[in-house]
Structures are given as structure tokens and as C-alpha cells.
């Protein structure tokens, strides 16, 4: 099925993963030595010290994991490099240097040296599948604890089980299912495609997995609402046998021309600084999406919008900013910050635009000031449309090209694809300025509440923020 791409040979990381099946999750040994690593009780000590003391800091991953590995055995730390191992083989937005050489860090806390002659890490087999996104790597704590809950669980039953489970599709996809996800884990679906290659696409984003099944008509985004992995994958084996006849005897991949073009969004078009990505927009999509989502209650309170408004306005005052909320939120949003916050939130804009100008800035949901002059912008989508706060943005942008403000769309994870697709509309895209994504980032609520728990944020600048924004960029 999706075996072979046209990009790169993929035929020693399925050879890899095959043997990580058969050695670490059906056995108990290893990958990279001769002990047993792979076991119930390594793989509990190893939830014990990562998933059940999660470390919020503002440090890096790598950082954060080999404080938290530092007081278990050596043998856990190898599991732990291991499974690192393991969600880099699929990943090819990550460089294989970067894969070996925080894989060989994790490893040396154990006091072992590792050969360099590995197979499995050469550069052939950590090339990677397919991209995971911009969002793999800021969620990889979660996609790790994923990883490490799912084999703990696959441990927990007996070997013959765990054969049968790792054999069976059906069992295999409902057992996958029953796993604590720890939100929209992408690991999740690599993990079946590693497993069975001839039934899963090497699609890790459910986003994608929908759209490829929309733009070749098989399902509307309404139907689809509904469907779990397994009715997704078994509609796009389908299609695949079905295009396979179309195109007799080509290697097929829906990344790949002819196939991207068909059901892609995102196209390039060449303009007088270079050739870009665009998106163009779908409103039977837009309107479907809608139509299937629930209505947000005008009257909840408090609403999430005013919440992350409030977490936002928190944050910049404990940066020692000025913050403004728009008057008609206002209210409600110093509701819920705490009172020492609240004298950071400004009743006037102390900037000197013209009249359109200050009015497309005043309905902005968060701004933070230094003087008289604008930092960040904040824009908190948390209805289905994605679009209006881009337009906001877009609005000054144009009233004032030169200005240099660094400006975020907040929403939830799962939102994180259509806003992506939205700032690569052609209106955000082909702006005199430069695309949008150039000037926009991504905040999603999770890590919004990330940066709010931050120790010593008054000792920080609103630079950490670039360890929390995604953008938006093409594979």
C-alpha cells in the first residue's frame, strides 16, 4: 500500500520498525544492547518518572527529560533513549543528525558508550516517513508520554495477547483506541502505520486524512465527523486500489504529484520575491465544519475566549507591559485576572494613528505595550470560522506596513491545521508586506497555559514566547 514514496527509500525504516516489533513490544529486549529494556517494570518506572512528574519549566525537551531521568536506573534512561529512537523514525522534519545526537545524549546518562555502526542509526533509516509538523516538536513531552502509556499498556497483557493484538488490524486498532491519548497525538497514527504498512497511509494528521478523502469526493467533512481510524483508513485503502487502477504500475503517494494536486489546499505560485504557498479556501468545507460542530453558548461564563484573554493580559502584565482589551470584553476578561494584574490594563491607547487605524487596533483581544508603542498581538479564535482575526491582522498590517509587531492567532490544538490553512489564503499570502505567515504565529490554549505557569515571568522577556508559537510552514 504505502510502502514506497517517490521522495526517498523508506524500505530500512519499515526494516527497523519491524525489528522494534518483534525485539522490544512482542519480546522485552532491546534495539541498541543486549539487555532487557523493553519490560513491564522498566516501562512503570519510566511512566513514574516522566509522565506522572511532568516538568513545566520554560527549559528545553531534552533539558527537561534527563532531569527527570537522572534518579532512575541505568536501564530505564536506555529505555527512554530508545523510545526517542522510536518517535524519530517516522518524522522527517527533524534532521537525522539532530535524531542521533539527542538519542546518544539520553544514552550516555546511562554510563554506556553506544558503536557507531549501528544500521539502525544511520542516516537511511532516520531520514523519516513523512513530516510530522511544526507541531510534533512542540508537542513531543506529550507524544512521548503517549508513546510510554501505550506500551505500558501492551505490557500489561500477557505475550500471546500482546502477539495477537500486534497481528490483528481490527484488535490492534480498537486496543490503540482504548490507549490515553494526552490530546491529538500524532504518534498515534504513525504507530499504526508502522505496524501495518499495507492497510495505514503514511499520514500522521487526521486533518490531512479528511481532506485527501474530501477533494477526491469519497466523504463530506459532515460524515466524516463521526468516523474512527479505522473507518478513515479503511475508506482511503479504497480510494488507493481505486487510483492504483487509474495509474497502473506508478509508485503512488498523496504527497506527491499527481495526486497532491487533486486534493490539496495549498498550491505555489511564483511572485516577485520568490515562489510561495498558498491555500485556497473551501467554503463548502468552512460550511460543513460548521454545520457539524456544536454552537459555542453566547452565554457560558466564563467563556473560554475571556479566559485565555485573561491568561494573555496576565502574562504581559507580569512582563511589565501595558495591556489592552477591547472595552466591550473588557469587563469581563478583569473578571477573572488576579487584582495584581489588573492595574496593567489600560482604559486609553496611548498611540498616535490615524482614526482607522486606532480603531481596527482598539478591537484587537490583546495587546501588549511598551510606551507608545505596540509589541504583540493577540487574536483568540474560538469559533469555528478561523478567518477573522487574520483579517484583523491583515487590516493593520495594510494601514501600516512599516509598523513591527510581532502578532499571534490563540485557539485550541485541535484548530491548530485551519488556522494554518487560513493564513495561507492567498489574501494573507500575497500581502505587500510579505505573507502572513512571515508575521503571524500560532499559540494554541495549551501552550498558553504553559507560558501563564512559568516561574519568574517578571524576570523574563516576551522572547520565550518563541518557544511556544508554531507557523505555519509547507512540508
Known amino acids: 500500500m504505502a510502502r514506497e514514496i517517490q521522495k526517498r527509500d523508506i524500505f530500512p525504516i519499515l526494516s527497523a520498525a519491524s525489528e522494534w516489533r518483534k525485539f522490544c513490544l512482542i519480546d522485552d529486549n532491546a534495539m541498541f544492547c543486549d539487555d532487557d529494556l523493553w519490560t513491564l517494570d522498566n516501562c512503570l518506572a519510566l511512566y513514574a518518572a516522566f509522565v506522572e512528574k511532568p516538568d513545566e519549566s520554560d527549559r528545553d525537551f531534552l533539558t527537561k527529560l534527563k532531569d527527570q531521568l537522572r534518579d532512575t536506573t541505568p536501564s530505564v534512561i536506555k529505555l527512554a533513549a530508545e523510545m526517542l529512537w522510536v518517535l524519530f523514525l517516522f518524522p522527517s522534519n527533524i534532521k537525522p543528525d539532530t535524531k542521533i545526537r539527542q538519542f546518544r545524549e539520553v544514552w550516555s546518562l546511562s554510563g554506556a558508550k553506544i558503536p557507531n555502526d549501528f544500521p539502525t542509526l544511520e542516516d537511511k533509516c532516520l531520514v523519516g516517513i513523512g513530516s510530522g ?21 501492551l505490557k500489561g497483557i500477557p505475550k500471546a495477547k500482546r502477539i495477537e ?20 497525538r500524532q504518534f498515534r497514527h504513525m504507530l499504526r502505520y508502522f505496524l501495518f504498512p499495507d492497510r495505514v497511509e503514511r499520514i500522521s ?27 478513515t483508513d479503511e475508506a482511503l485503502f479504497k480510494l488507493r486500489g481505486q ?33 510561495i504557498t498558498v491555500t485556497v479556501p473551501d467554503d463548502a468545507e468552512d460550511t460543513e465544519a460548521e454545520k457539524a460542530s456544536s454552537d459555542i453558548s453566547a452565554t457560558a461564563e466564563p467563556r473560554q475566549s475571556f479566559q485565555m484573554q485573561a491568561k494573555l493580559a496576565e502574562i504581559g502584565a507580569a512582563m511589565r507591559f501595558k495591556v489592552w482589551i477591547p472595552p466591550s470584553d473588557r469587563g469581563r476578561v478583569t473578571e477573572l485576572m488576579a487584582d495584581a494584574a489588573r492595574g496593567s490594563v489600560l482604559d486609553v491607547l496611548p498611540l498616535n494613528y490615524d482614526d482607522t487605524t486606532l480603531d481596527t487596533i482598539k478591537q484587537i483581544d490583546v495587546i501588549w505595550l511598551k510606551g507608545r508603542s505596540i509589541v504583540r498581538a493577540f487574536e483568540v479564535e474560538h469559533t469555528t470560522a478561523v478567518y477573522s482575526g487574520l483579517l484583523r491582522m491583515a487590516d493593520l498590517l495594510a494601514l501600516q506596513p512599516n509598523m513591527d509587531i510581532r502578532l499571534h492567532i ?32 500560532f499559540l494554541s490554549y495549551e501552550n498558553v497555559d504553559a507560558l501563564r505557569a512559568l ?3 517578571a524576570h523574563m522577556s516576551d522572547g520565550v514566547i518563541a518557544e511556544f508559537e508554531e507557523r505555519a510552514e509547507p512540508e
Request: charged share 25%; glycine share 6%.
Open 133 to 153: 509538523g511544526p507541531g510534533f516538536n512542540t508537542y513531543r513531552p506529550n507524544e512521548l508520554a503517549y508513546l510510554i502509556k501505550t506500551v505500558l499498556d
Open 165 to 184: 493484538v500486534l497481528n490483528s488490524y481490527q484488535e490492534c486498532s480498537a486496543w490503540i483506541g482504548k490507549t490515553v491519548q494526552f490530546g491529538r
Open 243 to 275: 487510483l492504483q487502477t487509474d495509474y497502473p504500475g506508478q509508485v503512488l503517494d498523496f504527497y506527491e504529484p499527481p495526486l497532491r494536486g487533486i486534493w490539496s489546499r495549498e498550491k505555489k505560485i511564483k511572485t516577485p520575491s520568490g515562489e
Open 410 to 441: 490563540v485557539a485550541a490544538d485541535a484548530r491548530r491545521d485551519k488556522v494554518f490553512a487560513e493564513m495561507r489564503r492567498p489574501v494573507f499570502s500575497l500581502l505587500e508586506r510579505g505573507p502572513m505567515s512571515q508575521s503571524c504565529s
Open 205 to 231: 494528521s487526521d486533518s490531512d486524512r479528511r481532506l485527501i478523502l474530501r477533494g477526491f469526493h469519497v466523504a463530506s467533512a459532515r460524515e466524516m465527523q463521526s468516523w474512527s481510524d479505522v473507518d
Open 455 to 457: 516561574e519568574h515571568l
